[in-house]
T-cell receptor, first 112, second 110 residues
Framework: KAGVTQTPRYLIKTRGQQVTLSCSPI?????VSWYQQTPGQGLQFLFE???????NKGNFPGRFSGRQFSNSRSEMNVSTLELGDSALYLC???????????FGPGTRLTVL | QQQVKQSPQSLIVQKGGISIINCAYE??????FPWYQQFPGKGPALLIA?????SEKKEGRFTISFNKSAKQFSLHIMDSQPGDSATYFC?????????FGTGTRLQVFP
């Protein structure tokens, strides 16, 4: 089976812009979670979707949002980008809630 | 109460030696404890995981030891190899929300 794929792999934006990141889970997986990884804060949970519904949300501002489509693919959106949003954004999928999560390679976002 | 504390921050081991990384948690509701390995430029890859109903789980050279009463768990890498050089993260969860430790950078020298 193909692993979790994320697009784009690299992205450069300027402050104030918005960005959309995409994640395709492993075939058959219905749960998708998003994490932010930075050198200072480490790996932090953003949100989790299952069957197109957000089930869990981390402690991030409302500028961070996401959605899941009927084919389980997911997108996350960050509006009004700030310099501190520069990070590796990781998507993870699992067959259903409470199962092992498999991570994609991430999208490296740089905000200038 | 949601934190997972991981130590050491970095670890240098000679080839063939044992690498030991420790984690501690507070929230007794956690019921799933995975370890992930991450190489530069890659996403974390699941190494091994344990649930609190067992005290030890071994897969190849990797062993998790779990102490429920102390709320601690550790990763042991036996016969460490240069290819094991990576950053290792412990994590804990109740639902699909993984709470990660701060990571341990392991360097294995020949």
């Amino acid at each position: 089976k193909a692993g979790v794929t994320q697009t784009p792999r690299y992205l450069i934006k300027t402050r104030g812009q918005q960005v959309t990141l995409s994640c395709s889970p492993i075939s058959g997986h219905r749960s998708v979670s998003w994490y932010q990884q930075t050198p200072g804060q480490g790996l932090q949970f953003l949100f989790e979707y299952f069957s197109e519904t957000q089930r869990n949300k981390g402690n991030f501002p409302g500028r961070f949002s996401g959605r899941q489509f009927s084919n389980s693919r997911s997108e996350m959106n960050v509006s009004t980008l700030e310099l501190g949003d520069s990070a590796l954004y990781l998507c993870a999928s699992s067959p259903s809630m409470g199962n092992t999560q498999y991570f994609g390679p991430g999208t490296r976002l740089t905000v200038l | 109460q949601q934190q997972v504390k991981q130590s050491p921050q970095s670890l240098i081991v000679q080839k063939g030696g044992i690498s030991i990384i420790n984690c501690a948690y507070e929230n007794t509701a956690f019921d799933y404890f995975p370890w992930y390995q991450q190489f530069p430029g890659k996403g974390p890859a699941l190494l091994i995981a344990i649930r609190p109903d067992v005290s030890e789980k071994k897969e190849g050279r990797f062993t998790i030891s779990f102490n429920k009463s102390a709320k601690q768990f550790s990763l042991h890498i036996m016969d460490s190899q240069p290819g094991d050089s990576a950053t290792y993260f412990c994590a804990a969860s109740k639902t699909d929300k993984l709470i990660f430790g701060t990571g341990t950078r392991l360097q294995v020298f020949p």
